[in-house]
């Protein structure tokens, strides 16, 4: 049996006394695309923080292949991480968020090499020269030496996701990574999305754009109220829903 890339068995988390996530089970394999849609408030956030060191959950277990998130193999037994152990597993997971959270006074490169030289120690010169193919597979190796100020919402969050993959991440989150961008600078994100799909890459999205969970989906999840409301093909889910939740979001949304 293949190991999954991604294993949620029963993650409860809650603020103090509001239960958040009410115990979320599910799968993704590698290589798979799979959105996550589900109204505002459903939890969908708080579980890719939860996968990303960004939370703690209260209960359950997080896996990435064959690391338990929080947790390190000792021999036989598993040892809670500390703070400052928590990096390298936080870099197997790349994360791009609604506001691309760039930092406003570094450049383009500087923005994608600063994980890789600060992080990972890898030397300047190898992780400049990564640095600028990450820049070029997301269409902006002539705006290197641009400030986030200078680009397009568009063109910050396609810093941002090479700036995720500078860490070689085994598996990327995408938390509405369109929601800020004005209509037409929407495509631009979501083809450099589908091309890193379609170079194998493992990913998690949510998303409230549709035509990209149908066409580049491999599954979609439905979340409500902090459960795993269905899961299935895109088409399946889409079109044929057979959840009453799924059927009211949808009947809103598309
Ligand atoms: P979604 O991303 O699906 O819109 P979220 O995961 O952002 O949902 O939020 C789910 C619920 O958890 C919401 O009711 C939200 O107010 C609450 N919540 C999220 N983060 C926190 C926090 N840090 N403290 C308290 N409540 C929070
Ligand atoms: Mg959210």
Redesign the pocket.
């Known amino acids: 049996m293949i190991e999954p890339m991604l294993r949620a068995r029963n993650v409860h988390k809650s ?1 103090g006394h ?1 239960e ?1 996530l009410k115990g979320i089970t599910l799968e993704v394999q590698t290589g798979q695309v799979a959105c996550l849609l ?1 109204p ?7 579980f890719l923080r939860c996968i990303n060191h960004l939370e703690k959950i209260n209960d359950g277990e997080l896996w990435v292949k064959s690391e338990r998130i929080g947790y390190r193999r000792s021999g036989n037994s598993l040892h809670e991480l500390k703070e400052n152990e928590t990096a390298r597993q936080r870099a197997a997971v790349g994360m791009v968020f609604q506001q691309f959270n760039l930092f406003p006074h570094r450049t383009a490169l500087e923005n994608v090499v600063e994980g890789p030289i600060i992080v990972q120690k890898v030397p300047k010169s190898k992780a400049m020269r990564e640095g600028m193919e990450l820049l070029d597979r997301v269409g902006l190796a002539d705006k290197y030496k641009h400030y986030p100020a200078q680009l397009s919402g568009g063109q910050q969050q396609r810093v941002a996701i090479a700036r995720a993959l500078a860490l070689k991440p085994q598996l990327m989150l995408f938390d509405e990574p369109t929601s800020a961008l004005d209509p037409e600078l929407v495509g631009e994100v979501l083809d450099v999305m589908t091309s890193l799909a379609a170079s194998g890459m493992t990913m998690v999205v949510v998303t409230h754009e549709m035509g990209f969970a149908k066409e580049v989906g491999d599954v979609v999840h439905f979340m409500a109220d902090g459960q795993l409301v269905e899961s299935g093909s895109p088409t399946q889910v889409l079109e044929n829903p057979r959840e009453a939740r799924t059927q009211a979001f949808l009947s809103k949304v598309l």
């Open positions: 603020f509001i958040v589900g505002s408030g459903s939890g969908k956030s708080t």
